[in-house]
Structure formats: structure tokens, C-alpha cells
T-cell receptor, first 115, second 115 residues
Framework: EAGVVQSPRYKIIEKKQPVAFWCNPI?????LYWYRQNLGQGPELLIRYENEEAVDDSQLPKDRFSAERLKGVDSTLKIQPAELGDSAVYLC?????????????FGQGTRLTVV | AQKVTQAQTEISVVEKEDVTLDCVYETRDTTYYLFWYKQPPSGELVFLIRRNSFDEQNEISGRYSWNFQKSTSSFNFTITASQVVDSAVYFC????????????FGGGTRLMVKP
């Protein structure tokens, strides 16, 4: 079974430029998460989707970040414009359901460097 | 609010030594789950174990064992006879019934196993 696939693996952009990350979850997984992991820290949730619906986006900086999950499968996370502080690894994860205690499977992440 | 503390930021051991990674958590939820994930240099988070708050039985899986003590709000992870391949960053995480399935991660412990 294929795992969570993310692309690109690495991205270097200049500040104020836009950037987008793509995630393909495990087939059949209804719940999809985007996490941000700063260097030397644990991941922090940005947004959670149940199918197409964003059910928890309280941690998403909505002035510059946006996300979508069309048709309840793939998802895209966008930053526009990027700032130096956005440099981090962006992790996508999926689970079969959204209930508490459900094991989440993570992709390898996209490492973003803003210069 | 939920909080997970991993006081050990970095541990270095020699191969075949036993090592224990500490995890202390805070939550007001009566039902919650605790997790351990491994993050190798490739970047993806690999699920290791999940325990619910009502099951305090210790668990052993090969060289891995986990000690859950509700009285001290701890969920420690021991690797017996460590191997070089165990070198990674290990994260403890918590999700509570009042936080959906949002995983709150600790800061991680970097384990280096030297030959």
C-alpha cells in the first residue's frame, strides 16, 4: 500500500513569493492533516480535513496561508506571500477516520526555505 | 489545553546499551491517547505505539517497551540493546477527546546510537 505522498520534497524561494505544496493521502483515508515542523521542534497542526471540509483550521495563519482539498482526496497548501519565518518542514498526514486516538500516517514532508 | 514535555533533547549511547526516553504530559481530558513516533533522517514520522488513558498495562514489542503511569502523567519509552538503526528523533504525542484528533507533540528527543 502506498503511503502519504508529498511534493516537492524541497523548495527554496525568495520572500514575498508564493509557494504551494501538494499531498496525496493514503487511499481511502477520509481525514487529512497539514502540520508545520520548525527546526528542532515537534509538528504543530495547521489544518484538518474531514473529506472536503476543513473542520479545524484555528492554527492556520489565514492572512497568508490557504488550503484546499478538492473531491476529498488530494490537498494543496499555499503560502502567499512567503515570509522568512515560514521556513520549516510542512508535513501532510492522513487517517482512516478523524476520531480521537486514530493513528495518523505521515508523508516525508516538504522542506521550505525562504531566503 | 494539552502539553507534552520531552525533557531530554538529545541522548547519546553506545550500541547495545539500554536507553529510556522520557515523556510527561498534561491534559484535562478524561479520555485521551498517547503516541510515540520515530522520525528518521528521511523525515517521515513513523508510528510506533498508541495507548489509551484507560489502559495502563505496560507493553513490549521486541526491543521496545513502554511504561504508562497515569499517577505521574508519564509515558516513557525504553529501547533495549540499542542499535545504530535506532538513531532518530523520537516524538511523544497526545490527543484528547476534547481536541478532536489533534496531536500535540513534544519537542522530540534526538537519539544517537554509536557503534
Amino acid at each position: 500500500e502506498a503511503g502519504v505522498v508529498q511534493s516537492p520534497r524541497y523548495k527554496i524561494i525568495e520572500k514575498k513569493q508564493p509557494v504551494a505544496f501538494w499531498c496525496n493521502p493514503i487511499s481511502g483515508h477520509n481525514t487529512l492533516y497539514w502540520y508545520r515542523q520548525n527546526l528542532g521542534q515537534g509538528p504543530e497542526l495547521l489544518i484538518r480535513y474531514e473529506n472536503e471540509e476543513a473542520v479545524d483550521d484555528s492554527q492556520l495563519p489565514k492572512d497568508r496561508f490557504s488550503a484546499e482539498r478538492l473531491k476529498g482526496v488530494d490537498s494543496t497548501l499555499k503560502i502567499q506571500p512567503a515570509e522568512l519565518g515560514d521556513s520549516a518542514v510542512y508535513l501532510c498526514a492522513s487517517s482512516s477516520r478523524g476520531g480521537v486516538g486514530t493513528e495518523a500516517f505521515f508523508g516525508q514532508g516538504t522542506r521550505l526555505t525562504v531566503v | 489545553a494539552q502539553k507534552v514535555t520531552q525533557a531530554q533533547t538529545e541522548i547519546s549511547v553506545v550500541e547495545k546499551e539500554d536507553v529510556t526516553l522520557d515523556c510527561v504530559y498534561e491534559t484535562r481530558d478524561t479520555t485521551y491517547y498517547l503516541f510515540w513516533y520515530k522520525q528518521p533522517p528521511s523525515g517521515e514520522l513513523v508510528f510506533l505505539i498508541r495507548r489509551n488513558s484507560f489502559d495502563e498495562q505496560n507493553e513490549i514489542s521486541g526491543r521496545y517497551s513502554w511504561n504508562f503511569q497515569k499517577s505521574t502523567s508519564s509515558f516513557n519509552f525504553t529501547i533495549t540493546a540499542s542499535q545504530v538503526v535506532d538513531s532518530a528523533v523520537y516524538f511523544c504525542a497526545l490527543s484528547g477527546n476534547n481536541a478532536g484528533n489533534m496531536l500535540t507533540f513534544g519537542g522530540g528527543t534526538r537519539l544517537m546510537v554509536k557503534p
